[in-house]
């Protein structure tokens, strides 16, 4: 039982740590070869007229972007 409550201890340690280095950093995460951004597509779907959700989406972020203070 003392193992195990080490191990649970060391991986509780490590995981506390990652999640400090990401707050601290404050960086956005990204993958390791950039993803589309790198190839020139801007979004992952090729339609013409995103559904109903995309739309939504789309709209709220436009009203941030629209409203934001600085």
């Known amino acids: 039982m003392t193992v195990f409550l080490l191990t649970f201890a060391l ?4 995981v ?15 993958g390791s070869c950039g993803g589309l951004g790198e190839l020139g597509i801007d979004k992952a779907c090729d339609c013409d007229k995103p ?8 709209a709220k972020e436009k009203f941030w972007q629209d409203n934001k203070i600085i």
């Open 11 to 14: 991986f509780l340690l490590v």
């Open 51 to 58: 559904c109903e959700k995309q739309q939504k989406r789309l």
């Open 16 to 30: 506390v740590a990652m999640a400090l280095g990401y707050l601290l950093q404050r960086k956005t995460l990204a």
